[in-house]
């Protein structure tokens, strides 16, 4: 499901980036399939080291401001990321300042509508802070069947989670 959302993300941005940076297809889709690549690396990160604010912020189901603090400290690790794939450095700060609060958003949208269906996906995530779901693979998991609305699946995979406690 996540790999679904980063797919729907990187048409996103390579769309936001034609728009908005006047960037051929070519170089946005290209741009655009490394800041997939590198927002799932980062939040992965930001998951094992327990880091958990910005998470807490993607996975909120609210908008997120472009000037939002957790958005703010996103754009820097992206950019380095993106220069580190080769992306020329004032270009790749633009590129960050204009897609991450973007996929903040993304994210949010699908956590909303995930909650209209009665799945509390923030609730998950401090779940994940209290030591839950065996780390960021068992939370992806679980959030891709809750995203997908899939009720049942959630049940099951939360008890199997709680069962073994």
């Known amino acids: 499901m996540f790999d679904e959302i980063i797919a729907e993300a990187e048409s996103k ?22 800041v997939g690549k590198s927002f799932m ?14 998470i807490k912020e993607i996975f909120s189901g609210n908008v997120t401001a472009p000037d939002h603090l957790e958005v703010q400290k996103m754009i820097p690790v992206l950019t380095k990321s993106l220069t580190d794939s080769g992306v020329e450095a004032g270009k790749a700060s633009d590129v960050s300042t204009t897609v991450t609060p973007e996929l903040f958003n993304l994210f949010n949208d699908k ?12 609730a998950l995530i401090e779940q994940l802070s209290a030591g839950g779901f065996g780390g960021f693979g068992g939370l992806m998991s679980m959030a891709g069947s809750f995203l997908k609305g899939g009720k049942s699946k959630m049940l099951s995979d939360m008890m ?4 073994n406690k």
């Open 13 to 34: 941005v390579s769309a936001l980036l034609q728009e908005k940076h006047g960037m051929a297809a070519e170089e946005a889709n290209r741009i655009a399939n490394t």
């Open 41 to 54: 690396d980062i939040v992965q990160q930001q998951v094992q080291q327990k880091q958990l604010s910005s």
């Open 111 to 122: 956590v909303a509508i995930a909650r209209q269906n009665g799945i509390n996906i923030p």
């Open 160 to 163: 199997a989670k709680f069962g």
